[in-house]
């Protein structure tokens, strides 16, 4: 699976983005898909993952309530809308690929990645 992120950009606080992410192949819709995100210095973290059929979704803490994972089988794409964004979420976005879906916060667990881009947020 090849996965190609895009959507980033630069935006004030308290507006939205709305990242894509593409996936290559047939076999999208048995991947469990998430993402997670990395800021200057700091480690990648997750951010939010859904599962095969976007049935379930999951938020890491800092962005419960403000960003929304979805995924569309038929175009092989996940988004994350991001709403009343934050300095904070500054960073470079990346969406990944587990086809086993049990660890869905551990970014070890995800088998394919995207090049990742990048979110600014200014006060």
């Known amino acids: 699976v090849q996965l190609q992120a895009s959507g980033g950009g630069l935006m004030q606080a308290g507006g939205s983005l709305r990242l894509s992410c593409a996936a290559s192949g047939r076999t999208f819709r048995s991947y469990f898909m998430g993402w997670f995100r990395q800021a200057p210095g700091k480690e990648r973290e997750f951010v939010a993952a859904i599962s095969w059929s976007g049935g379930s979704t999951y938020y890491a803490d800092s962005v419960k309530g403000r960003f929304a994972i979805s995924r569309d089988n038929a175009k092989n794409t996940v988004y994350l809308q991001m709403n009343s964004l934050k300095p904070e979420d500054t960073a470079v976005y990346y969406c990944?690929?587990?086809?086993?879906?049990?660890?869905?916060?551990?970014?070890?667990?995800?088998?394919?990645w995207g090049q990742g881009t990048q979110v600014t947020v200014s006060s």
């Open positions: 990944a690929a587990d086809s086993d879906g049990s660890g869905w916060y551990r970014q070890y667990e995800y088998d394919y």
